[in-house]
């Protein structure tokens, strides 16, 4: 029984793994290994997936979530913790193919711009892709290196470069502790509004949809819950310049609220 | 909720939902204290926010292309409504030209277009007891009530005119195009743009997956907030009389301009700029619903203009 609802899903598993690959930069050989990586799963495990399903949600949200599962999963398997940026998921799904091919998979600009221009009719122009590249944040490729790879690896800049690097270095991480406390602090709801807007790069109005909330109230809301958030920064001695100097400082992915819900960093700026 | 099970294939190190529980999350279909558990476990969990957020960017995605498909459908069904619109786009141009030949009288110099009417009187009457104040002041020459951009107020009329067609025409693309304008126009206006982007936002949802019915109520949203904050309504009103009857006359379609007294006004604003005959003509003998007959009224639409830019008519003096 299982078997034939696994066959009779096949078309809309087919359409899940495809918006997967496509919104995490899996092309070609890569995406089919994927296909089939997720389809002998599901068969390994004698059809786990459809038996476990009771309809208490639809099929295409539930076998959604399974495949996003799953793919986390893979990912985690063949690249480590890495994921898309907050800002490329805002950005959009060929931001995030640009991310994943340039700093997850190391190709160069030119080379990800290619792969993802020729990979679909619907991408944007070669330039429009570059100019999509430049948005996202410089992010240092994870690699994996051996003890004579540590050997060879050598401090780069020069001394004075490497300690304005440290103190930029630990200024981020104090914004971004007194950021955490900030939103630790928050009502769930408001945490998980937070959290879908600026992290998951979710539109108001999904996130108000999504949490059954009325889309005309959010902003406001929203706007409020950023003041507040604005105010613990302050409280905690952070303003806005140095906030500003971190977003400026490359290899800085902060995923802080303070883009987005005005269009411009200075509608919530952290200065007075 | 139910108590937490292993997603499949995952190795869960934490007390994450099951699928179904998100996906019957995502579906709106909890209600309660599980959509709490739910929410309260998505505000800390950054792995289930990904699949659930990413869960929710598919069905949208889904949504969107069985709409595609069924706007497909109905354009095959009712092939005027895709001609009306193209028409409307191709006047978007010249409706622009348009703007900018009445830009002048309305910023400051000395000219109004209204107090050189004949008939200003005529013009309250048909605007109503809610415009008279506006239009006593433009028939006096008083400018002083109005925005200091009142050009901007003429190209919204123009433009949700045009939005408002687009919508009705189920064109998801001009809709969404004239749209962006809108917002980025309210933007600069300095409108406050939380109404705007919620509004747009709506909107840009309902051209996505909704009806037409809420189509069309949150494209009447958006033009709410445009007309509520700040819009000087009589310039306003004037740049809808002007696309509206300009799209009438090319579409073919008198039932554009024919609600609200729109076929009074562009007689009466043709009458003011001394050219009447041909455009208001046009547009006046044009019987519901007949063919469309594009070349004799762009003719009279493109004197119409030219005597602007020659200098052969003033909107001052009414006249060549």
Redesign the interface.
Same mark, same amino acid.
């Given at each position: 029984m299982s078997e034939q609802e696994f066959l009779d899903a096949l078309p809309l598993l087919d359409? #899940?793994v495809s918006?997967?690959c496509r919104?995490n930069g899996l092309f070609g050989a890569e995406a089919e290994e994927f296909e089939s990586w997720v389809k002998l799963?599901?068969i390994e495990?004698n059809y =786990?997936?459809f038996a476990?399903?009771?309809g208490?949600?639809?099929l295409?949200?539930?076998l =959604?979530? #399974?495949v996003?599962?799953?793919f986390?999963?893979y990912r985690i398997s063949k690249w480590g913790k890495w994921?898309p940026s907050a800002m490329a998921?805002r950005l959009g799904t060929f931001a995030i193919q640009l991310e994943s091919l340039i700093s997850r998979d190391g190709l160069t600009v030119q080379e990800a711009v290619a792969t993802v221009g020729s990979a679909s009719a619907d991408a944007p122009s070669g330039r429009e892709l570059e100019e999509l590249a430049a948005k996202l944040p410089v992010r240092v490729r994870r690699r994996e290196l051996g003890e004579e790879g540590l050997d060879r690896t050598v401090a780069t800049g020069s001394a004075e470069e490497r300690t304005r690097s440290g103190e930029l270095d630990a200024a981020a991480r104090r914004v971004s502790e007194a950021l955490e406390r900030s939103v630790a602090a928050l009502e769930?709801?408001d945490?998980?509004i937070l959290?879908?807007r600026f992290?998951?790069?979710?539109?108001? #109005?999904?996130v108000a949809? =999504?949490?059954?909330l009325d =889309?005309?109230r959010?902003?406001?809301r929203i706007?409020g819950i950023l003041v507040g958030v604005r105010a613990d920064l302050q409280e905690a001695g952070v303003t806005w310049p140095q906030v500003a100097e971190l977003l400026e400082w490359s290899g800085l992915d902060l995923t802080t609220p303070f883009e987005g819900a005005?269009?411009t960093r200075g509608d919530v700026s952290v200065s007075s | 909720m139910r108590s937490p099970a292993p997603r499949p294939g995952a190795a869960t190190t934490r007390a994450c939902p099951p699928a179904e529980d998100l996906a019957a999350f995502l579906d709106l279909r909890l209600d309660g204290n599980e959509r709490r558990e739910v929410e309260s476990h998505l505000a800390g969990c950054e792995d289930c926010r990904e699949s659930y957020s990413e869960g929710l960017r598919f069905r949208q995605e889904e949504a969107a292309a069985e709409d595609r498909g069924a706007g497909a459908q109905r354009r095959l069904v009712i092939p005027r409504r895709t001609w009306a619109l193209a028409a409307g786009v191709l006047l978007a141009a010249g409706v622009a030209g348009l703007w900018l030949l009445l830009r002048d009288p309305w910023t400051g110099r000395t000219r109004t277009l209204v107090a050189s009417l004949p008939a200003g009187r005529e013009l309250a009457k048909v605007l109503g007891p809610a415009w008279s104040d506006s239009v006593w002041s433009l028939t006096r020459g008083q400018t002083s009530s109005l925005m200091a951009t009142p050009a901007a107020s003429v190209w919204l009329g123009a433009r949700v005119v045009d939005l408002d067609v687009a919508l009705r025409a189920d064109d998801v693309e001009a809709a969404r195009r004239l749209t962006r304008e809108l917002v980025e126009k309210l933007a600069n206006r300095g409108t406050p743009e939380e109404q705007v982007v919620i509004s747009y936002e709506l909107l840009l949802e309902e051209l996505e997956t909704g009806s037409e019915r809420t189509t069309l109520l949150e494209g009447a949203a958006l033009a709410e907030v445009l007309v509520a904050d700040g819009v000087e309504p009589t310039h306003y009103q004037v740049g809808r009389w002007l696309e509206a009857g300009r799209l009438a006359s090319l579409v073919g379609d008198p039932s554009i301009y024919r609600r609200r007294g729109w076929k009074r006004m562009v007689e009466l604003l043709s009458e003011a700029t001394g050219i009447p005959l041909e455009l208001a003509d046009a547009i006046g003998s044009l019987p519901p619903r007949t063919a469309p007959e594009p070349a004799a009224t762009r003719t009279a639409i493109e004197r119409l203009l030219a005597a602007f830019a020659n200098g052969e008519v003033s909107l001052e003096t009414g006249g060549a």
């Open positions: 359409r #899940v918006f997967t919104r799963r599901i495990s =786990a997936v476990r399903f009771e208490r949600g639809s295409q949200s539930y =959604a979530i #399974v996003l599962n799953l986390r999963d994921r998921k769930t709801q945490r998980l959290r879908l992290q998951e790069g979710l539109k108001i #109005v999904d949809r =999504a949490l059954g =889309a005309k959010l902003y406001p706007q005005g269009g | -």
